[in-house]
């Protein structure tokens, strides 16, 4: 646990605060620790992450679950028995195409999606969930399958302290279909992406492959703030991040235009999302970490 306050421990979920510390390990861990500190005034308060009980140990059971502390002083043994145990599945999609490595302020959207990943990860393993990672742009990098022990923790934190924008295009939509096909154990699918280089119908095909085969979705869309409210100057040279394109021009002579048009994007994948019952939400990174933590375990509370 952290040695600050609680009101103290919550300053990490702020992005500008974790992104000084250089340890991934340390990010999760006081991300999520600071947001445990929040959930005692939420709804969630003892969500499936603290021992309720302790029962005594049956053949079959873990050693690693019993409690040392406890046989020292009754000679018998006995294990942690946890809330809400669960064989969850989680598998973590991460862009790390060219896009996102833009930011307008301190931290790219590939560094934020990667602190939300780390964070994501810390808190399913502590959970006793499995986990796995991929990370994507227009192919898959790399694939970890989702294990459950804890030392699997420095694996993927590992493959995220690797990940750089990649220069290549995003392609959403043919990652969805492969992974959806690979993924045969119907489980939980975290995907942290931006949309703005493809096709909304494209994008929702591939989450509908996902839920045909009965698994959850959450959708972070990635966003630094100038994504989606195109606050640049009078004047400026746009430069595709993945196709290297210029474009000079005047924002504030589209920026309506802008606005209108990704207004009505979003709309469209939050209207069809939530038809096929998947959860659709954007993300700014300048937004505190818990908005997509409370996200996730609304979604869990609904699946259980």
């Known amino acids: ?43 969630f308060h003892g969500f499936s992450v603290e021992f309720s009980e302790y029962r005594q140990y049956m053949p079959g059971d873990n050693i690693r679950d019993i409690d040392w502390k406890v046989y020292g002083r009754t000679d018998r043994y ?42 994501f990860s810390y808190l399913f393993l502590k959970q006793r969930d499995a986990v796995g990672l991929t990370l994507f742009s227009d192919k898959i990098h790399r694939y970890l399958p989702p294990k459950s022990t804890h030392s699997y923790l420095k694996v993927l934190l590992a493959e995220l302290e690797k990940a ?23 489980g939980l699918i975290i995907l942290l992406s931006e949309f703005l280089y493809e096709d909304a119908e494209r994008i929702l095909e591939g989450l509908r492959h996902f839920r045909y085969y009965g698994h959850e979705v959450i959708v972070f869309n ?54 096929m019952k998947v959860d659709f939400q954007n993300i700014l990174t300048t937004e505190s970490f818990d908005k997509a933590l409370l996200r996730y375990l609304a979604r869990r509370k609904q699946m259980y």
């Open 1 to 43: 646990m952290l040695s600050q306050k609680p009101k103290d421990a919550q300053q990490y979920l702020l992005p500008e605060v974790v992104s000084r510390l250089k340890n991934l390990e340390l990010i999760a861990r006081f991300i999520v620790e600071g947001f445990l500190v929040g959930l005692h005034k939420s709804p």
């Open 78 to 119: 006995y294990i942690k028995q946890y809330e809400e145990e669960t064989n969850l599945k989680a598998h973590i999609l991460l862009d790390i195409s060219g896009s996102m490595g833009y930011t307008s302020h301190k931290i790219t959207k590939l560094q934020y999606a990667s602190y939300l990943a780390a964070a």
């Open 164 to 186: 750089r924008p990649q220069p290549t295009p995003t392609v959403v939509s043919q990652t969805l279909h492969t992974l959806a096909e690979k993924i045969k154990r119907t």
């Open 222 to 275: 990635i966003l630094d703030p100038n994504d989606r409210f195109f606050n640049f100057g009078d004047e400026a040279t746009f430069v595709d991040l993945e196709t290297k394109e210029e474009l000079k021009t005047q924002p504030f002579l589209i920026r309506h235009t802008y606005q209108k048009v990704v207004d009505e994007f979003y709309a469209e994948l939050k209207r069809e999302c939530h038809a």
